[in-house]
């Protein structure tokens, strides 16, 4: 596999700074030469990697869209949703949900890697050295190195923010503590005691986004003003951006929503809660077309419209905690602490429908997905024994993989082939994809 050569150089260990005559701010612009498809739709900068298709990029039923365009809601042009991504997005798939598209039959499992790391290599004890017939590395992926690793957190990492207009990486912890850590040297710059527990972490152009109980607290990282967003209801778990609007679920089962606005003094408007649908907290989101998709502890996950904030639809397939949610091409891909990875496409009624479901022998804890050089998507898939599997789509086929002392339960897609996890004890790792090392 030929990877993508990133343009910045990185060092190894602490340092990962950038050593070109660009600063870093124009780094993480949303400059992705290697993507062979812009998505043009609604929501092109919605987290993680999201529906591909102009104006239909959702499941679709036999080439038709899934659901309805209809006229956006009232202030829905604002700065958080006009501002792009970071993150890849994933190519262009052209052929419907009825052909074979490379999903296999379901319950096949995934495929078994021989490869192993060496537990007492992980532990900083092993004696064999060179003569160990296990792999002493963090990672088994060709091309792919891990060039820092931030220490100071204390307990596992909710969330990982590299905001846009900034060349400081945001991280937070349910020890209390925000971290903001610098680009250029590594080392953490500022530690923030929250005097409470941080749920999750996000950032959507030049604003950062932590959850905390009763409230979300809004940061923007050009003007440096700083937000109290009111409105919650429980500890908040999981946020996104999607349609002009900020959505925080949180330990209640509620979901609590902003509408952004193009006012300085004002940029959020708190618009209204959806109440009664989940039934315990909500762990996840992920925003794919005209669609939000929200994950439970009660193991549903539902569908929601973005333009009338009404609940579609409700999926039930998993038997445990929904842990991620992942849009590609034309389908839902779901984990859950169930050991299942599910792949949902749109039905001939409309109704999304499992098509593949991947077992994987232990709990699933979050996904993540990019594209490579070659303009191929991938996903990561963290898992209990703190491997995260290194796989290509449609097929599930393995790669590689990234290895962890503890289970990694935040993955965040940076700029250039870089990628960032953070795992349950507060362990920050900073890996580039293109292999480039000083």
């Known amino acids: 596999m030929s990877y993508y050569k990133a343009p910045r150089r990185y060092s190894n260990g602490r340092n990962f700074g950038v050593e070109r005559q660009q600063g870093f701010v124009a780094d993480i612009a949303p400059r992705r030469p290697y993507v062979p498809y812009e998505n043009k739709g609604p929501n092109k900068w919605s987290r993680n990697l999201v529906w591909t298709a102009s104006d239909g990029n959702m499941p679709r039923k036999n080439g038709s869209t899934y659901g309805s365009t209809k006229p956006q809601v009232p202030g829905a042009r604002s700065s958080v949703s006009n501002l792009q991504r970071k993150d890849a997005a994933y190519g262009q798939r052209s052929s419907s949900v009825s052909d074979k598209r490379g999903w296999v039959s379901n319950d096949r499992g995934s495929p078994k890697s021989e490869v192993c790391v060496c537990k007492f290599w992980k532990a900083g004890n092993c004696k064999k050295g060179d003569q160990c017939s296990f792999l002493h590395s963090w990672t088994s992926l060709p091309g792919m190195v891990m060039v820092a690793a931030l220490e100071g957190h204390k307990k596992d990492l909710k969330g990982i923010a590299l905001p846009q207009g900034s060349d400081k990486l945001f991280s937070a912890s349910s020890d209390g503590t925000l971290r903001i850590w610098d680009c250029h040297t590594g080392q953490c710059v500022h530690t923030i005691n929250l005097q409470a527990e941080a749920g999750s972490l996000v950032s959507e152009g030049p604003w950062v986004f932590l959850g905390l109980p009763n409230a979300v607290k809004a940061f923007n990282v050009q003007t440096s003003k700083d937000l109290h967003l009111n409105g919650v209801i429980g500890q908040v778990r999981a946020m996104t951006v999607g349609n ?86 034309q389908y839902l891909i779901s984990s859950s602490l169930d050991g299942t990875i599910k792949v949902w496409a749109c039905s001939d009624n409309s109704i999304l429908k499992v098509t593949n479901t991947r077992r994987q022998g232990q709990s699933v804890h979050t996904l993540s997905g990019m594209t490579d050089a070659e303009g191929k998507p991938i996903v990561f898939c963290s898992y209990q024994n703190g491997t995260v599997s290194i796989c290509d789509l449609p097929s599930f086929e393995e790669r590689g993989k990234m290895f962890s002392t503890n289970t990694v339960g935040a993955i965040t897609v940076g700029p250039e082939g870089l990628l960032f996890t953070g795992d349950k004890s507060g362990k920050l790792r900073v890996w580039s994809l293109a292999g480039t090392k000083v």
Not at 245 to 274: C, N, Q, R
Not at 279 to 301: A, H, K, M, N
């Open 244 to 329: 002009g609007m900020l959505f925080a679920g949180t330990s209640s089962g509620s979901i609590s929503v902003w509408k952004a606005t193009d006012t300085e003094s004002d940029p959020f408007t708190y618009l209204t809660s959806l109440e009664g649908h989940h039934t315990g907290e909500v762990t996840c989101f992920i925003v794919g077309g005209q669609r939000l998709y929200s994950g439970s502890v009660d193991r549903t996950i539902k569908v929601w419209d973005l333009y009338t904030l009404e609940c579609t639809m409700t999926l039930r397939q998993h038997t445990d905690t929904v842990t991620s949610l992942l849009c590609w091409d």
